[in-house]
């Protein structure tokens, strides 16, 4: 069993930053394949960064691809994501999620996550 949980949103003018955070607690010296996924109202649930549990593997959405990076301190469990030149249509809720014992990897596909944090609002004004 695995919990999952995020901080760091926030209300942000656009062309602002955030970072969140997300820190994983379970079994330890464990395998954590962790992702970002987001949700704005009245659309499905997207795919944003991924990291292997070796974190030498990372995965972007293109539409964040060269303004937010993932990272991770494995010591701790913790996964962050750094968000730069912020725009309105990244206003969602972020979700931190987790792949347990799987090969290091860092999949955009959400059936893979079988744990899942409970979200951490992020609002970009323009």
């Known amino acids: 069993q695995v919990q999952l949980v995020e901080s760091g949103g926030g209300l942000v003018e656009a062309g602002g930053s955030l970072r969140l955070s997300c820190v994983a607690s379970?079994?330890?010296?464990?395998?954590?394949?962790l992702a970002w996924f987001r949700q704005a109202p009245g659309k499905a649930r997207e795919f944003v960064a991924a990291i292997s549990w070796t974190g030498d593997t990372q995965n972007y959405a293109d539409s964040v691809r060269g303004r937010f990076t993932i990272s991770r301190d494995s010591a701790q469990n913790t996964v962050y994501l750094q968000m730069d030149s912020l725009r309105p249509d990244d206003t969602a809720s972020y979700y931190c999620a987790c792949e347990l014992y799987g090969l290091p990897r860092a999949t955009p596909t959400p059936s893979n996550y079988r744990y899942w944090g409970q979200g951490t609002q992020v609002t970009v004004s323009s």
């Open positions: 379970g079994p330890s010296n464990s395998r954590y394949n």
